[in-house]
Each structure stands twice: as C-alpha cells, then as structure tokens.
C-alpha cells in the first residue's frame, strides 16, 4: 500500500507542476522562433544533454537506469521502476551590427517521464516534454510614413512579436531480444498553440490610427516515434552500442485564426480596447505535415565507468508543409559527441568518486534559412555549443537509487552577418532521477 501512495503522490506533484508551467505562453526570447513550428526542443533529458545531446545509442549509464525517449528501443533495458523530472533555464543575449545588446532570461519546466519494467526484457514509458517553443519582440523603424527615405518626422514602427508552444506527451514500449538486440516505439500527442502579432504604428502623426493583424495556430495531432539498438560485447565489462531513432512524417491539425483590426493610445500612452475589426477569420482545420527524422548513433561503454560516442541525425523539412502549402525551410542536421565519466561509483569513502562528470559539443544546421532581400542573399542559421554535466548521487537505500543531474549547454546560434541577429545563451537543466522497486509484494519479515 505505501508503494502505491508513493506513486500516487508522485503522479499528483508532476501534475501540479506540469499544469503550472503550462500557464507560460513564452519560452524562449529568439527571433529564429517565428519560423516554422518555432525553436525545436531536443527530446533529451540533462543526464544527455550534458554529454553533446548524444540520445541513439545510449540506454542505461553510470549504474543507473535512465529514461531515453528519443530512443524507445532504451526502454527495454530499464530494469527498475524509473521516475525522472526537470527544470529548464535560459540566459541569452541578442547582437545585431549597430544596435545595442538586449539580454533576456526564461525559465520553465522540462520534463516528467515515468518508466516500468514489465518483465525482465521488456518496460513501459510514458510522459511528458516540450517540443517547440515560440517568443520574440523585435521593432523595426522606418522613415517617412515607411518609404524610408530621409525624414526625421511621420517615421513608422513595424514591430513584431510572438508566443506559445507545442507539448509532446508520449506513450511507449522498448524490449530486447537476447540481451543483445533492443526495439522500441512511442506514440506521441503534439499540442498546444502558437501565436504571432504584426503591427503597424505612427507615433507622431496626432489623429492616425495603428493596425495589428494577430495570426493563431491551434495545434494537436499524433505522432509515431521508434528505434533501435545493438550491443556488441567486447569483454564482461566493456561494449559497443549501436543504435537507430527516427520520426515519421505524419499529419497532424492545425485551425488557423486571422484578426486584423485598428487601435490607438491614451495621453499615458497606455493602448485602448481596439476600436474597429477588419478582418476576423476561423479557417476549418487543415494538415501539418512533419518532416520524416532520422539520428544514427555508436557509443563504447565501460561498465559504470565510461560512455563515449556519437551521433548524426537528419530531418526533411524542406518538405514540411501546412494546408498543403510549403514553408519554405531547409533540411536540418547535426552532430553530437560528448561522455561521462565516473572515477569509481561504488566507493564508500570519497563521494566525489562517485559523481558523473560530463562534456560534449553539439552542431546544429536548424531548417532556418533567412534571405537578406537588399542583397539577395540566403543565410544558414546555425547552432554551436559545448555542454558539461554532472550527475550527483543521492544516498541510496536497499531498493532504492537518486541522483540528482545537473547540465549546462553554452552556444551561439545565428550570425552578426547581412544584418542578422547573433544569439550568445547559456540553458541550464536541472532533474531527478529515481530508480526504485515497485509493485513488489514484500515477504514477511522484510
């Protein structure tokens, strides 16, 4: 009965603060957010991230068993009861050639992911994550009612700016087949909504009224994730981890809402209820058609000791499209290396011996391409960090394992060429990881 509490209680908790953190409509402060379905979320928990993000070829590590639902194959080698959740944090700074630095800070919720072994080859996942993030705010001025050309008066203020998110609550099954060979897939739910806000304004022409036109994306659909793993045994204690993850490229709806409508400003420069509605329109659903993903992955594993490796992965989202319409953006792709270390996890007298240390590198191609029409000139957004970790054992019990993990990706995104916008950020990542005996009957005495 009281494991049964526990997970109960455990399950209550999550909730609460899942449903909190779902009330935040910006997440991010990036102006490559406004393209596509916004900033892309990697599916990796801080125990990966803090080694490069590596995810296809990784299941358990370090004397722990981890939730991996990049890879549901990993499932299947999760042996105990598993319960993982997280916080999320971002500093960034924004540079531009010829305007000042802007910094920003979010913070949010990660992750809830629950995991239970069905038998001894085989367990059971479900949970919860962001998938993409939308937020920024930006303004630009011309002169001249607009025309640009020389005037200090009647200048006009386009500014733009936008907010939401999609959530990814999945449902999966991993199994092995002779302790050698793993398969997995997810079911997952994408949701949420997106918001974007275009406005016109003349802040010096006494008598003008202002227009905005609001566009909406209510998102929700299912799709279908799978993977695969291989080991490969060099001795009792060291082997080789092949592995495979990708993502189909399903539909899911979308309903989009068009508002257009006038407004002004009071003597305090507060702005009024909007005075008149051009345009308000309610489309019928349409389709989202995702890209088609796929990651390839190798790592080389030292019992509780070492993990290293690797991994490319690819998405065709030069093919997403939304009510059959193409977007417009390019293939993805990156690579991720990085490890962890742990000097020796069983010790009794030195805890820092038992701690996981970690490092790694990420590139990212994201399928932002933006075209400078002054000169005609196409610009891949790209993505660099090095990221380090540390996973911080708690004091265990007979059944019982904790550990506490602790992760920080350092990067820039995007360039100070052809009057783009440079991102310098800093995401840290904070969870919980518990690995117990549940759902056992205890035999008498114990």
């Given at each position: ?15 609460i603060?899942?449903?909190v ?20 979320v990697?599916?990796?928990?801080p ?47 924004l ?15 990660s ?6 072994p069905l038998?001894?080859?085989s ?9 993409s ?8 001025t ?59 304004e ?10 905005r036109?609001?566009?909406s994306?209510?998102?929700g659909?299912?799709?279908?994730d ?24 399903n539909s ?8 257009v409508?006038?407004?002004?400003y ?7 209820t ?16 995702l ?24 998405g ?20 991720n ?110």
């Open positions: 009965m009281i494991k049964y509490t526990r997970l109960f209680i455990t399950v209550i908790l999550a909730t603060v899942y449903q953190s779902a009330q935040s409509t910006a997440t991010t402060s990036s102006p490559y957010s406004q393209f596509g379905l916004g900033e892309l990697p599916q990796a928990l125990q990966n991230i803090g080694m490069g993000g590596i995810t296809t070829a990784t299941n358990q590590f370090g004397g722990y068993f981890n939730i991996n639902p990049a890879n549901p194959a990993s499932y299947g080698a999760i042996g105990l009861t598993t319960v993982d959740v997280g916080l999320y944090g971002q500093t960034i700074t540079s531009q050639n010829g305007q000042p630095n802007q910094s920003n800070g979010n913070f949010r919720f992750h809830i992911a629950f995991a239970f038998s001894k080859h367990a059971f996942s479900f949970g919860a994550m962001p998938y993030q939308m937020g920024y705010n930006y303004k630009v011309k002169s001249n009612f607009g025309t640009g050309l020389p005037a200090d008066t009647n200048a006009v203020n386009y500014l733009y700016n936008g907010d939401g998110g999609l959530t990814k609550a999945y449902i999966g099954y991993g199994f092995n087949i002779g302790n050698h060979f793993f398969v997995g897939g997810n079911i997952s739910y994408i949701f949420g909504k997106l918001h974007q806000y275009a406005s016109t003349i802040p010096n022409l006494p008598g003008t009224l202002d227009s036109i609001e566009n994306y209510a998102i659909g299912v799709s279908y799978y993977g695969a793993q291989y080991v490969i045994d060099l001795s009792n204690t060291k082997h080789i981890t092949l592995g495979y993850s990708g993502s189909l490229n899911i709806n979308s309903q989009y809402t068009n508002l409508y006038q407004y002004n009071d003597d305090s420069g507060n702005q009024n909007p005075l008149d509605t051009l345009q308000s329109t309610k489309n019928p659903k349409n389709k989202i058609k890209p088609l993903m796929n990651s390839f992955g190798l790592t080389y594993m030292q019992d509780n000791k070492l993990v290293v490796g690797g991994q490319y992965s690819m065709k989202w030069s093919q997403f499209t939304i009510g059959g319409v193409n977007q417009g953006l390019q293939d993805s792709k990156s690579f290396v990085g490890g962890q270390f742990t000097p020796k996890y069983d010790a009794l007298n030195n805890y820092w011996a038992t701690v996981g240390y970690q490092l790694g590198f990420e590139y990212n191609q994201t399928y932002v391409n933006v075209n400078d029409p002054t000169t005609n000139n196409t610009t891949n957004i790209k993505n660099y960090a090095v990221t380090v970790g540390m996973g911080l054992p708690l004091r265990p019990n007979f059944t019982s394992f904790y550990r506490v993990n602790l992760a920080a990706e350092i990067g820039r995104e995007g360039t100070l060429q052809n009057s783009l916008v440079r991102e310098t950020y800093v995401n840290f990542h904070l969870s919980f990881t518990m690995n117990d005996r549940w759902f056992v009957k205890q035999k008498l005495g114990e």
